[in-house]
């Protein structure tokens, strides 16, 4: 009797389940048209009674924008006019000068950072350390640099005059340029260092990246380089099946990479190698940092769970998702987050809990408590959530706020220009340093301009001095506060001294930019770096780097 009971149950249950799931369907789909009318309505009653004419595109691009905001960060809208910006991020490619530009404070207006090799900002005769005055007749003092952006770009072919300033010279300059279709490099170098160590720095994910690499491989192996580092700090990732090729030049053919995974079937898609490697013996170290995310954490997180590189720095992001573009009616699109990806593992890197936001906005990051193990190929563990976790993390010298001042209030980009119009040459990057007397004239230079900074402490201790009053030690703590505060007053001397070695270091990146371009500000920058010389040792000693790569 019993079993009759419940066969007779089950269809019942079946039948109330379906119809709940189609209620709560329609249901959704009465809200979702019900606030389309809403919004609809608002807007023609502001155009219709509204005191002032409303902008309708601005207004609703703000709408958009507002909405989006409660996803992701990654979900993004490009209207028409920003179209040109989405295609720079997919393939790195737009028409314009080929310079980085920033925005100098105290000249009020835009400066010349880094002309690139090759491009019409360099091939006019540009500088590092040029102000630009007007663009085709425009006064540019006081605009942003994406207003400034904007005016640079624009058809290739087309010309533009730009008004500059020249420092060390007393009349301004006329240089006309015609704007070119310009790619980004997504490999910025790659060289032999430390004898036989085939270096490569990879800044994007962008259209036929891997094929860069492949050839980049090849040309160090022909120079002689039998182990290999690739550089994937600061790379915010890019496209995903350019990672994939990038992995499978160092692991064998049919192996899956990337699996997605998302709410409708679409979205859901196998990424497997489908070509035979370029090297799957070699050893091999990834440079990761705090900025690696994305298409560089499959990178780094694939050849980690496939026991193929050492991966040393710091913890990447943690982006575990993927965006797709859709186009929109009016010439705009929709870059969207369709899936979640997972690496070979079976991990998924994603950091932080869009779904569930915090009170203020903010999302809340996935606690290392809460994460679970994965194992690599060989059997090594591995967390999901939070990104991926270095094998190696070399521990970096903690970096004073004065440095981050420096390049912020650009006084060694000013003390590195007036130091190029003092000497012709300098010695070759790998070589170049700051004298001690070179630095004392830096920090003569520095006075000069009334440079000041904040001391974090400082900061600190009147938060510090807020909570004693509002605990009533005040006056018990009067004369120790006093004494204290006093002693944090800034020393800039004393500042200049105590942190000389980080400063000169600085001010040599800087100066070595503007005599051997960004390939010698590069391999400057090697020189003191705690992770390439933690790879150095790594890729040197074989019995290490097995056991790093074996279970513990």
Do not use: W
């Amino acid at each position: 009797m019993k079993i009759k009971k419940t066969v007779l149950f089950l269809p019942i249950a079946v039948i109330t389940i379906i119809s709940l799931l189609a209620f709560s369907n329609d249901n959704r789909k009465y809200q979702l048209s019900k606030q389309i009318t809403i919004f609809n309505a608002i807007l023609k009653e502001l155009d219709l009674f509204y005191v002032d004419t409303i902008q309708p595109k601005k207004m609703i691009d703000k709408g958009i924008d507002a909405m989006l905001r409660n996803l992701d960060p990654y979900t993004e809208y490009y209207s028409e006019d920003d179209a040109d910006d989405l295609k720079m991020l997919t393939t790195g490619k737009y028409a314009g000068i080929g310079s980085v530009i920033r925005f100098h404070k105290d000249k009020n207006t835009t400066v010349i950072a880094d002309p690139y090799e090759g491009l019409p900002a360099a091939k006019s005769g540009l500088e590092i350390g040029d102000f630009i005055l007007s663009i085709d007749g425009t006064d540019i003092h006081g605009m942003g640099i994406d207003s400034v952006s904007n005016m640079l770009r624009g058809t290739a072919g087309t010309t533009l005059t730009l008004e500059i300033e020249r420092p060390g010279e007393k009349k301004p300059r006329t240089v006309k340029l015609t704007r070119e279709s310009i790619a980004l490099p997504a490999i910025s170098y790659y060289g032999i260092q430390n004898g036989n160590i085939g270096y490569i720095q990879l800044e994007s994910f962008t259209e036929n990246c891997a094929r860069n690499m492949r050839r980049a491989l090849i040309e160090l192996k022909k120079q002689g380089a039998e182990t290999f580092i690739i550089d994937l700090r600061g790379n915010g990732g890019g496209l995903l099946n350019e990672a994939v090729e990038i992995v499978n030049l160092f692991v064998p053919k049919g192996l899956t990479i990337v699996t997605t995974k998302g709410k409708i079937k679409q979205a859901n898609a196998t990424y497997k190698t489908s070509k035979e490697p370029l090297d799957t013996t070699s050893p091999l170290v990834v440079l990761v940092d705090g900025h690696s995310a994305s298409a560089a954490e499959i990178v780094a997180g694939s050849l980690q769970d496939l026991d193929r590189a050492v991966i040393i720095g710091s913890r990447t992001y943690g982006k575990g998702l993927v965006q797709t573009t859709r186009q929109l009616p009016g010439g705009g699109y929709l870059k969207l987050t369709t899936s979640k990806y997972y690496i070979p593992s079976g991990r998924c890197i994603q950091a932080l809990d869009y779904s569930h936001m915090l009170e203020d906005g903010r999302s809340s990051r996935i606690a290392d408590s809460l994460t679970t193990v994965f194992h690599t190929a060989a059997g090594r563990e591995v967390r999901d959530g939070g990104g991926i976790r270095p094998d190696v993390e070399p521990k970096n010298e903690e970096l004073s706020t004065l440095l981050f001042h420096l390049v912020q209030d650009m006084s060694v980009f000013d003390y590195a220009t007036a130091y190029r119009l003092k000497h012709d040459s300098i010695a070759p990057a790998e070589l170049f340093t700051i004298s001690d007397e070179d630095y004392d004239e830096f920090k003569k230079h520095l006075k000069s301009t009334n440079f000041s900074y904040d001391i974090e402490s400082l900061k600190v201790l009147e938060q510090l001095k807020k909570i004693i009053k509002f605990e009533g030690y005040e006056k018990i703590t009067e004369e120790e506060i006093a004494s204290l505060e006093k002693k944090l007053q800034a020393d800039l001397d004393h500042s200049l001294n105590h942190f000389q070695k980080h400063i000169k270091e600085i001010i040599a990146d800087e100066i070595v930019l503007r005599y051997h371009g960004r390939k010698g500000g590069i391999i400057y920058s090697l020189r003191e770096d705690a992770d390439i010389k933690e790879a150095y040792k790594i890729l040197a000693d074989k019995e290490k780097y097995s056991k790093i790569l074996s279970p513990k």
